[in-house]
């Protein structure tokens, strides 16, 4: 047969694209030999000299090996070479494809009973039909009414070409097979029952070749499931539904291919429900649990981030995300961060074990007053150096305020360890503390000397303070040192007294022994009660106070109502920033950092939430670059701010 001695571009199409040898007319036999010649390694070649190529070796395994033992020895190798194609000429889907399912093929286990004990295959053999193993065993366990797992579950939706699957699918596999038997199991956890349909199973391998004909693989008398649509309907959902929830991470891994270390670390990781959390990171968040125990513990918010390999510097959003986990695990924090709280990278949270409870009730006049009343009573107290005393004191009076339930009452000893760790200033106060009768400023400045005195000591820190807070309370100073002295008297009448024992523990007479301190409990609870009575006298001031920024808050938001109209699913910072941010062509970060400072955003977190949007909606970024940040100009006209 002739063969042309001119060049030929192997990316030419073959005249027919099931050609043989005999057929192809010299120029092609040329390209064909040269293929042949050069290892077959030409990725630009035509998918017509692989298929050429590959007929001859589908022949050599579904024919000669059934006669001729040298080319059962050659099965291997020539497994191997398709497999190499595969990778070589990827592009080519009909190619592909048509060598995936003589692997499968070749691969599948004879035709046994209950086939489905087995391990299912979550992988298909192409994008046309289900995997030969997966059709027998669903037929068989119609057939048996063998109810369907979650692992033949997964295998069906995984691989029937009739059910969708998205982007998060294939990026996020693993999750996403875990996450479908989750589900699958919770929905259905008794499986579900296969119909045994009419129509019955026919399992043959179509060769590539037309002049190849491979008999049908006898399976017994077994429906195809496959034409049926009753499962298909009830597993679609569960997959879309799963996809959806790996979305926001399978992004997350698109924008960090080149840093594959990021996808465990807990910006990551706060993308996904905890089930699928890393082992390390499941280890993390009960290690805190045994750590916390019955008591509180205080951290930076960067030493728990650092625990989950995260630096801290997280945006509002997924710090949010954060305290949900811990409160999921029983684990409260403070700030928090769950009520419209800021929990800073440097500054201190304070991790309490604690209930559901409902934050709603966190928000409320009673609540607002004890976190006030714990404000002044630690910025009076930190001026000398907060001790013991004094923190036990605090404690007895959050004990006593039986208006709140057990969790609360813990969040508030939280939030008092937190505030002395971090103690507040007095000039936030000064505002409502003008709005009360003198009687009762009285009876403030009175209930701040005894904090002072409750170690029996007051230090000219704690004093100097004291004269600050006395004159917020517009209260003559020297009132101030009577009050001390009164207060002193108290103490020494036996409120507290100071003593060397043993390591702390609780007697049962309901003094804490050993710790150096000594409460009278009958003291405390008349301590108790007259700080009751300031708490009620704040309570009427502080109302009145929210009242009146209600209704000013409520009608701003009136008058802004236009301007804080959500955009494109995005909440009302987010949205404000979006119009910024688009007003211009470019920003340097400095400018932009400014400015969602001003909104309680940080600069990252939003660009990734705005962008994250954009890519969904409109396949394209906002912005690009980090400094300066430049605006996509293709996006504008998309917009409609």
């Known amino acids: 047969m002739k063969v042309a001695t001119s060049h030929v571009d192997l990316a030419t199409t073959l005249t027919f694209y099931w050609s043989t040898y005999d057929d192809l007319d010299p120029k092609e036999r040329r390209g064909y030999l040269k293929w042949l010649a050069g290892g077959r390694c030409d990725p630009k070649a035509g998918s017509g000299y692989v298929f050429m190529f590959f007929h001859g070796l589908e022949r050599r395994l579904l024919v000669d090996t059934q006669s001729d033992a040298e080319a059962r020895e050659d099965c291997t190798a020539i497994k191997a070479e398709i497999e ?99 589900e699958y199991t919770q929905r259905f956890p008794d499986g579900l029952k296969v119909l045994n349909n009419k129509t019955r199973l026919r399992i043959t391998y179509r060769a590539s070749s037309p002049y190849l004909d491979v008999p049908p693989i006898p399976v017994g008398d077994l429906p195809d499931v496959s034409v049926t649509s009753g499962i298909r309907k009830k597993l679609q959902p569960i997959v879309e539904e799963c996809a959806e929830l790996l979305t926001p991470f399978s992004r997350y891994v698109g924008r960090n291919v080149e840093n594959p270390d990021k996808y465990d670390a807990l910006e990551g990781l706060l993308l996904l429900p905890t089930f699928l959390w890393p082992e390390y990171a499941k280890r993390e968040l009960e290690k805190l649990q045994s750590d916390i125990g019955a008591d509180a513990i205080a951290l930076t918010f960067s030493e728990l981030a650092q625990r989950f390999k995260s630096d801290g510097a997280l945006p509002r959003n997924q710090i949010t995300a954060l305290a949900r986990v811990l409160e999921g695990l029983n684990i409260g924090m403070e700030p928090d961060v769950l009520a419209g709280s800021r929990a800073k990278t440097e500054e201190h949270v304070v991790l309490f074990e604690t209930e559901p409870d409902e934050p709603a009730l966190r928000a409320t006049t009673d609540y607002s007053v004890a976190l006030t009343t714990l404000d002044i009573a630690t910025s009076v107290a930190a001026s000398g150096g907060t001790n013991q005393a004094q923190s036990a004191l605090l404690d007895q009076h959050i004990d006593s305020w039986n208006h709140f339930s057990v969790t609360h009452r813990k969040r508030l000893k939280a939030y008092q360890l937190l505030q002395r760790l971090q103690p507040p200033t007095l000039s936030s106060l000064k505002k409502r503390i003008a709005a009360l009768q003198h009687d009762e400023k009285r009876t403030i400045g009175y209930f701040l000397a005894q904090l002072a005195q409750a170690d029996g000591t007051v230090t000219p820190q704690q004093v100097k303070l004291l004269e600050r807070a006395y004159k917020a309370l517009q209260l003559d100073t020297t009132s101030l040192y009577s009050d001390l002295h009164g207060a002193a008297s108290s103490a020494s009448g036996g409120i507290i007294s100071a003593r060397r024992s043993l390591p702390a523990s609780t007697g049962a007479d309901g003094k804490r022994q050993g710790s150096g301190i000594v409460l009278d409990m009958h003291k405390v609870a008349q301590l108790q009660r007259e700080t009751a009575a300031v708490s009620a006298l704040l309570a009427n001031v502080f109302k009145g106070d929210q009242e009146d920024e209600q209704i000013s808050a409520e009608a701003t938001a009136q008058n802004a109502s236009d301007a804080e109209t959500h955009l494109y699913g995005l909440d009302t910072e987010h949205s404000a920033f979006l119009r910024l941010l688009v007003s211009r062509n470019a920003w340097t970060r400095q400018a932009l950092e400014n400015a969602t400072a001003t909104m309680d955003l940080m600069l990252d977190g939003a660009l990734e939430q705005i962008n994250d949007m954009a890519f969904e909606l409109f396949d394209m970024p906002v912005s690009e670059g980090d400094d300066p940040i430049e605006i996509n100009p293709d996006i504008l006209s998309e917009l409609t701010l």
Request: proline content about 7%; charged content about 20%.
């Open 84 to 182: 190499r194609l595969i990778s070589l000429y990827y592009q080519h889907a009909s190619f592909c494809s048509q060598a995936l399912r003589l692997l499968e093929h070749l691969d599948m286990p004879a035709i046994s009973e209950r086939m489905y004990l087995l391990e299912p295959p979550t992988k298909s053999a192409g994008n046309y039909e289900m995997p030969t193993l997966t059709r027998v065993a669903l037929g068989q366990m119609a057939k048996d009414k063998y109810p369907l797992n979650s692992g033949w579950a997964l295998a069906w939706a995984m691989t029937d070409p009739n059910i969708s699957r998205r982007k998060p699918i294939v990026r996020c596999s693993d999750f996403f097979q875990r996450l479908f038997k989750a």
